[in-house]
């Protein structure tokens, strides 16, 4: 599951996920090709909108076929 964000930063449960699978430093997709914004709001409890407008204005922003 998805933790809240808080001063952009985010908590992510990993304990379902095999011992070696992450480790400190490791950069993980939370949004992209593999995983839809809406799929993220679900895990989180959410939706789609309010993850979107919870993004802060340091977070890096690329619109593609926009």
Do not use: W
């Amino acid at each position: 599951f998805l933790g809240r964000v808080s001063m952009d930063s985010i908590v992510l449960d990993i304990s379902a996920l095999p011992p070696d699978r992450l480790k400190a430093g490791d950069l993980v997709e939370l949004i992209g090709p593999s995983q839809t914004v809406d799929q993220a709001a679900c895990h989180a409890g959410t939706i789609g909108y309010e993850i979107l407008t919870s993004l802060g204005h340091r977070f890096h922003r690329r619109y593609v076929n926009g």
